[in-house]
């Protein structure tokens, strides 16, 4: 590790986001994908983030790496990582150094992005020079002994090709690679999807032992509630665009109160319980293009939808370390009012 | 009723310094799906279900066995003859982004299949437009809207639902859905499961779902059968629920303590199996196979195999030598 140029934080950083807006180019204009989200992640818990397609989920993902690609931009917000500062700012050479160093990446399929045409070992050496690593046989070392910690054979990893591994090894080879130059922050994009089910408790395990073992700060965006409750210390529900609800994880899913977070929760086919209980949602989740210009994002779905809903955006309420964005719920509270999209 | 005996398949790998390697993906099963019935099969990938469930809608041929579809054994038929018997049986893809034409409205895919079918069955061609209409109100959505449009204009379940009803063009017998809401949003996934549930009892259309998520089987009905699928194996077999509330092997324990905890409405079961190494290449075929995985494997395990069947007082069928109940599944906070 003494290798490494830039010295690792002995801590955990936090990460701020603040009113941070995402817009998309489209022939339409400039369609906003996130929209003011105020996000904190504490220094050293796991944040699930939540949402269905189009929930503007991972965009807001990319963003901690100042990473969205045109046709989208940040159009506003900051994005503060403790070590790092805003995120948003960065240009060229420190945004790349900044990437894999700081903020490590597990990316959605993982399991398809690595070179098919390299020896996992190969792309580890292009990943350690291009971030000036001085001392490659060091690098390798914490290599193995991620993949070690993860229950693989390191040096035979390191000696295949991508094909010659299963969904699961390939999901932990991307969890090493976002790890090894000791990024601090980690962000996993649908870290377990198209697993099959015992792996993919396997990886959360293994996500949740290294995130503690590693004292890391680690977001999670994932379309599974259950994959989320699994891993995470708090639970942030995404929907067009927007943060509905965000608390503790157990509080969150516990006593929802947020309509759009209760109705998914009500939609999750379960191992028990009343299957007459159980129902989908009606309607279906927003796209750029079919987004409210005005009022609430989710009333169309809503079953406690009121006039208001239908003019005015709902302010994030918070309570006891918990948000809620919804008109129908308690309004007796401090108010944070949004600020509205230009 | 579509039943099989014996399923066999066995994969040829070539190459490698040793030459051509086989990999058996189905080891002698046997199913029935009566009509209207439902029946899942469960497993984790490698298993086999994919691949049984390709043999059944007639898209993959077996090594050995017998498929019979109303009464009428298939190895008796020649390949030509045994058409209009897979024809009653047809498959619903896990993806309905390729499942459909991109090029098509919505109108051309339906309207191929239904003059086919209107051929066979003798109807006239004025016939096929209004069916088209009356397949899309069935699956629940809006015939005006949806048929003059292309794939892309629909969201997933929109898209799912397409898929759904160009598979009932067919009078289908048996829908063989291939894990048919794994790529659905979750908040629309239930409406899915209703709408298989929904058209067993109208049509009396069997229901074979394929999954690798064992909470989805129960939405499709709860009379419905499982099938634990390990290995080309059945390891388990009975109702549903029963299953679910009281697994007696292992494997199907390990599958359902791998399911994740709604921690804040559900508490982990006492009993969570975690099998003692991952899935992987190379594991021995002797003796029961999931033996090197198992927590509680004995010598025996090791080196005979365990064959399907209710051996130790139990109400489903199980492939284990020592069967015993785990409260393995979450149990909810209130109860």
Known sequence: MTAHTAAPHLAAPGVRIRDLTVVYKTPAGELPAVRGVDLTLAPGTITGVVGESGSGKSTLALSLLNAVQPPGRIAAGSVEIDGLGDVVTLRGEDLRRARGRQVGYVFQAAQNSLNPLKTIGKQLLDLGRSHDVEDLRALVRDAKELLARMGMDGARVLDSYQHELSGGMRQRVGIMLALVLNAKVVVLDEPTTALDMITQATILRIIREVHEERALTTLVITHDVGAVAEVADSLAVMYGGRVVEHGPVTEVLGDARHPYTQGLIRAIPRLTGDLSLARALPGRPPTLGTLPAQGCVFRERCDRRMEVCETDEPMSVNRDGRTVACHATDRHLTLVKRKEFV | ?335
């Open chain 2, 1 to 335: 009723m579509i039943t099989g005996t014996g399923i066999t398949k066995i994969f040829k790998q070539r190459g490698g310094v040793l030459g051509a390697r086989e990999v058996p993906a189905l080891r002698g099963v046997d199913f029935a799906i009566a009509k209207g019935g439902a029946v899942s099969f469960i497993g984790e990938s490698g298993s086999g279900k994919t691949t049984l469930g390709r043999i059944i809608a007639g898209l993959e041929t077996h090594d050995a066995g017998e498929i019979v579809i109303d009464g009428v054994p298939m190895s008796t038929l020649s390949h030509r003859a045994r058409q209009p018997y897979f024809r009653r049986v047809q498959l619903i893809h896990q993806d309905p982004y390729s499942a459909l034409n991109p090029t098509r409205t919505i109108h051309q895919t339906l309207e191929a299949p239904l003059r086919l079918r209107a051929k066979q069955t003798g109807r006239p061609r004025s016939w096929v437009d209004g069916r088209a209409a009356e397949l899309l109100a069935m699956v629940g959505i809006d015939p005006g809207y949806v048929l003059p449009r292309y794939p892309h204009q629909l969201s997933g379940g929109m898209r799912q639902r397409v898929v759904i009803a160009r598979a009932l063009t067919m009078d289908p017998e048996v829908l063989v859905a291939d894990e048919a809401v794994s790529m659905i949003d979750v908040s629309l996934r239930l409406g899915i499961l209703a709408l298989l549930k929904d058209l067993r009892e109208r049509l009396d259309v069997g229901v074979l779902f394929i999954t690798h998520d064992i909470a989805t089987a129960r939405y499709i009905g709860d009379d419905g059968e499982l099938y634990v699928l390990y290995r080309g194996q059945v390891v388990e077999r009975g109702a549903t629920e029963k299953i679910i509330a009281d697994p007696v092997h292992p494997y199907t324990q390990s599958l359902l303590s791998a399911i994740p905890v709604l921690h804040g409405l559900e508490r982990p079961g006492a009993e969570r199996v975690v099998p003692r190494e991952m899935q992987r290449e190379g594991l021995p075929d002797g003796g029961c196979l999931f033996a090197r995985r198992c927590p509680f494997s004995t010598e025996r395990c090791e080196s005979e195999m365990p064959v399907l069947g209710r051996d130790g007082d139990t109400d489903q069928e199980h492939a284990c030598f020592h069967p015993r109940r785990r409260s393995v599944i979450p149990v909810g906070v209130g109860e």
